[in-house]
């Protein structure tokens, strides 16, 4: 029995996120439970699991009254959201998930570690682990992941996540990407030499029968007024942060509108520091009325928010690996997404959904009005190869090796 220690800087194992407690949650739920026991840490939560079974009610049942609420509010509160995403915030957040780490005491009984962020391999490395796996998920440095959020991180925190980045690559025994995109992106940027037989791509993978069991009705259209009567819904699962790149979907819809008469509403899940800003292009491109920003969702609806639209629109640049894509490749859903990084390795254009090369909002608009129904045969056959057992399996063999 291997004794796996999966660790992320903060927060816990959870599907209403994107990256590593996302990815850490499936890789509990499907873990072989012959072969491994399992716990995890962060800054904010530690576990010890005593089965593989009933994963998301062991960790809710062992979170405190404080972390649940405050998870709540920053799901459905936007001026909580506002405070906890404010440089002044993240800098003593950032300061104080350093602290806990700095003084860990004991984590020991484990084998393998596997760490999904370069701060918690570099804090944990002076305990007694056989093997050291190192996943990143950023899209490149970790500083450049930081700036995208906030753009006011302190520059001592900077440079000593510098010092720790570099210093993680070389105490790593293994280092994986989702993608090989998220690899070249992440070395480029350092600029560093990792020796090649350390690296592994395992792509990110979705649960295609948990997507398949969950579907929108009207009470959901209701709750989030939705309204009928449009042309096409236009879905996007983005934050609002630069490299997204939400402005040019705004675009889409006043393009389609302007030049083809075409009534669509799109309808964006996610939060950032550039929300103020695209509100404010929606009024200045008189399209107000057709873009309803939600905010951040939980999961499931997330998945019935993808099967109430027509197309899945992607506009990010620096695309590391998008589990959206995934999920609405996984709903049925058509994919028209930026011919960038990772979303290359996914969609095959005109076979499985549409590339769309340097973000022109009128190819993005023409392809929703000309799309070939017929693609939608191939988009369930596509995701199979990107399902969660699958990027589970490509991680028991490193823990293994």
């Known amino acids: 029995m291997i004794r796996l220690l999966l660790s992320a800087f903060s927060e816990y194992p959870k599907l209403d996120t994107g990256g590593a407690n996302k990815i850490i949650l499936q890789i509990l739920q499907h873990l072989d439970r012959n072969s491994f026991c ?6 904010h939560f530690s576990k010890k699991f005593s089965n593989q079974s009933q994963i998301t009610h062991q960790i809710y049942a062992s979170l405190k009254f404080k972390k649940k609420i405050g998870s709540n509010l920053f799901l459905k509160n936007h001026f909580i959201r506002g405070i906890l995403s404010s440089p002044f915030y993240l800098n003593r957040y950032l300061r ?3 602290e806990i780490f700095e003084n860990l005491l004991s984590m020991s009984d484990y084998d393998v570690l596997h760490s999904h962020d370069i701060r918690t391999i570099y804090y ?9 796996i190192l996943t990143i998920h950023s899209k490149g440095s970790l500083l450049n992941d930081l700036r995208y959020y906030s753009g006011s991180i302190s520059t001592d925190l900077l ?8 210093e993680s690559l ?3 025994d293994l280092i994986t990407f989702p993608s090989m995109a998220a690899k070249y992106l992440f070395l480029n940027e350092k600029n560093i030499p990792v020796e090649e037989n350390k690296i592994r791509i395992v792509y990110n993978g979705v649960d295609l029968d948990y997507i398949n069991s969950i579907f929108p009705d009207e009470d959901f259209r209701k709750k989030y007024s939705i309204p009928s009567g449009y042309d096409f819904i236009l879905i996007n699962i983005a934050d609002h942060i630069r490299v997204k790149n939400i402005d040019i979907a705004l675009k889409i819809v006043e393009y389609l509108n302007r030049a083809h008469k075409v009534r669509a509403l799109l309808i964006n899940a996610g939060h950032g520091p550039e929300t103020v800003n695209l509100k404010r292009l929606s009024y200045q491109l008189k399209i107000s009325d057709r873009v309803i920003f939600l905010g951040r969702l939980p999961y499931d609806e997330i998945i019935k928010l993808i099967k109430v639209g027509d197309f ?10 998008d589990l959206a894509i995934l999920e609405a490749l996984a709903s049925g859903v058509l994919v028209i997404a930026s011919d960038c990084g ?22 993005y608009g023409n392809v929703i009005i000309n799309s070939d129904v017929k693609i939608r045969m191939n988009i369930s056959e596509s995701v199979k190869n990107f ?15």
């Open 387 to 401: 399902s969660v057992q699958k990027m589970v399996d490509g991680y028991q063999d490193l823990y293994e090796l």
């Open 38 to 43: 399992a716990a995890y840490h962060s800054c």
């Open 170 to 172: 070389i105490i790593s």
């Open 342 to 363: 990772g979303n290359k390795e996914v969609i095959k254009n005109n076979i499985n959904g549409f590339l769309i090369k340097d973000f022109q909002v009128e190819e």
């Open 124 to 132: 944990l490395q002076k305990f007694n682990f056989r093997k050291k």
């Open 96 to 98: 104080k998930c350093n």
């Open 159 to 166: 440079y000593k996540y510098s010092k720790m980045e570099n």
């Open 312 to 321: 899945l629109i992607s506009t990010a640049d620096k695309v590391v690996f």
